[in-house]
């Protein structure tokens, strides 16, 4: 895990530092013009399954029965599903063909559906009975008739990121995670020219092809929906996706209590989210717990892009892609920069790189132009004393320009769009 540091982009010509040196970044928001990793090729933390493998399966097996599928346990599934965030975009057919293929298994009271940190192979839709999801052995949520669960670590690509347990003895309709993500797919190519047209709303991915657009849009953008109040992200919780907003409005949270119904209690507002904000960032790229709670305040649609994702399609250089693509959003908001042509602004980046201080480092001496990505640096530009905040650059000719501002103006919450 990194130490709190100011992360610089910077382009070396006659800037004389003065004294600058780092302080102590602020963690508690996520609302920056972008995130950058060191120079690294994946994130510092990765997910590790701590059990084996088949450890789900093997559990399914033994609890594995025999039971009709009559009309109305085909409603409670399908309307079960259509209610679950990850679903719910999904059409009548597609949620009847996942209940075709769907099994049924029984737990006896206690016992573990789903153990926090195995691979999920299953997603699931409860026929009967009570279970309790816990994270790190603090409940979390409650389950019963016909609530949906599951599909995180599936759509994610990621171990189970809870565990959930019987209360009483419980029935379940369990699908296959590869007919799930079959499905997600499918409705991703339907909906192909839609999301292209968002996908070009996205500033962060103009240095993009359009046949990487086309491939994000085909194997990685999932869709997830929310209703009023409910919680997207959960502080504390590990980072397994980032999200843009589609549609909705969104508050990031910090502090109160998550009952156990679900339902955050007593937090405070820090920022709103808008369409065409993105938030998750930080935590993901650098392995971190997320530190705030997103609540949806309105029904609201999110585009989901996991690290794989975006290693499938970039390749393996995505963080170079991602502090390029900030610097470019730097030069874009410089009055000397904004005008020129891009393959001038092209030659700028490649002369530009990102460093980072620790907490009273000094900063490198005979820099032209500082812009922080997080963090907080202060000294002196000739005479006068200056400090820089993130989201904060300071051009060659001394003047301050606040990029978060540009980027609150536009509604967002500081990433890029």
Not at 29 to 56: C, W, Y
Not at 97 to 104: G, K, S, T, V
Not at 141 to 163: E, I, K, V
Not at 261 to 267: F, N, T
Request: glycine share 10%; net charge neutral; aromatic share 6%.
């Amino acid at each position: 895990r990194p130490h709190r540091h100011a992360n610089a982009a910077k382009h070396g010509s006659n800037y004389s530092s003065g004294g600058h040196s780092a302080t102590q970044a602020r963690r508690d928001s996520e609302a920056l013009p972008m995130i950058v990793l060191p120079k690294a090729g994946k994130p510092l933390k990765q997910f590790h399954a701590v059990a084996s493998e088949e450890a789900e399966v093997v559990r399914l097996r033994e609890n594995k029965r025999l039971k009709d599928k009559d009309e109305s346990t085909k409603t409670l599934v399908v309307q079960g599903m259509k209610a679950n965030r990850f679903c719910k975009l999904l059409d009548k057919a597609q949620l009847e063909a996942l209940f075709d293929i769907a099994e049924y298994y029984r737990f006896a009271e206690g016992e573990v559906v789903c153990q926090q940190g195995e691979l999920g192979h299953y997603f699931f839709v409860v026929h009967h009975g009570d279970l309790e999801v816990r994270v790190n052995d603090q409940q979390t949520n409650s389950l019963s008739r016909g609530d949906a669960f599951g599909a995180l670590a599936l759509l994610h690509h990621c171990p189970r990121t809870a565990t959930v347990v019987s209360k009483l003895e419980t029935g379940l309709w369990g699908m296959s995670g590869r007919a799930f993500q079959a499905a997600m797919k499918e409705h991703g190519q339907r909906h192909m020219a839609e999301n292209l047209r968002f996908l070009e709303t996205v500033r962060m991915f103009d240095g993009l092809s359009a046949k990487q657009k086309v491939r994000l849009c085909e194997s990685a953008m999932v869709i997830e929906a929310f209703e009023p109040n409910a919680r997207i992200i959960t502080r504390g919780e590990e980072a397994t996706a980032m999200y843009f907003v589609k549609k909705g409005e969104l508050s990031m949270m910090s502090g109160g209590v998550v009952n156990s119904s679900g339902i955050l209690m007593d937090g405070t507002k820090v920022s709103q989210l808008l369409v065409g904000d993105s938030f998750g960032w930080r935590a993901m790229l650098y392995g971190e717990p997320h530190p705030l709670t997103v609540v949806a305040e309105t029904y609201s649609e999110l585009v989901c892009l996991t690290w794989d994702d975006l290693k499938g399609v970039i390749g393996p250089n995505v963080v170079t892609f991602l502090e390029q693509s900030f610097i470019h959003h730097i030069l874009r908001h410089l009055p000397f920069a904004g005008k020129l042509p891009m393959s001038q602004r092209h030659r700028l980046v490649k002369a530009m790189n990102v460093k980072r201080y620790e907490a009273d480092q000094q900063v490198d001496e005979g820099l032209g132009m500082i812009a922080v990505i997080d963090g907080e640096i202060s000294g002196h530009k000739g005479e006068a004393s200056i400090t820089l905040h993130r989201g904060e650059v300071c051009t060659p000719d001394g003047t301050l320009v606040s990029l978060l501002a540009t980027a609150a103006h536009a509604g967002g919450d500081g990433d890029p769009r």
